[in-house]
């Protein structure tokens, strides 16, 4: 069995902070505000997985609201909705992401946050695809107000999981 799931997530860009996207540290004069560590990239991609699983959003398990989740490496969130994922049988088929900013330019980091995300989802590289594009200077991510990203995922049936399950009920 498979099943797809869709994340997007948004954050304003500001001074004093560091710039996270997909695990990686941008050399950028600009961060993104935000709760956690504001890794829009790694928030799109958890709300796919989520979305996949029918378990809601983000914000549902790891709530803005609390100081648990206060400047959070959003890395360890991902390891976290990745165990929820395992634990309901399932694991990476394939993901696509797309972050959506004007400046600053990624292509050299993208390899980099391949690597750190298809470690997080314990998947080879190969499964995890990251591409950044502009908006051609339009709207809050072309005037460089704001960075955003899309996730797709594909979770398939963990078949050994699912036989080890098996073999521990029986």
Known sequence: MMRIGHGYDVHRLVAGRDLMLGGVKID???GLLGHSDADVLLHAICDAILGALGMGDIGKHFPDTTDEYA???SRK???EVIDKAQSA???IGNLDATIICQKPKLASYIPQMVKRIAADCQVVSGRINVKATTTEMLGFAGRS?????HAVVLLQRDQKRQAANAAVIA
Do not use: K, N, T, V
Request: without cysteine.
């Open 145 to 149: 107000e704001g960075i955003a990203a």
């Open 28 to 30: 950028y004069e600009l």
């Open 77 to 79: 969130l991902l390891r």
């Open 71 to 73: 400047g959070i490496d």
């Open 89 to 91: 049988g399932y694991r």
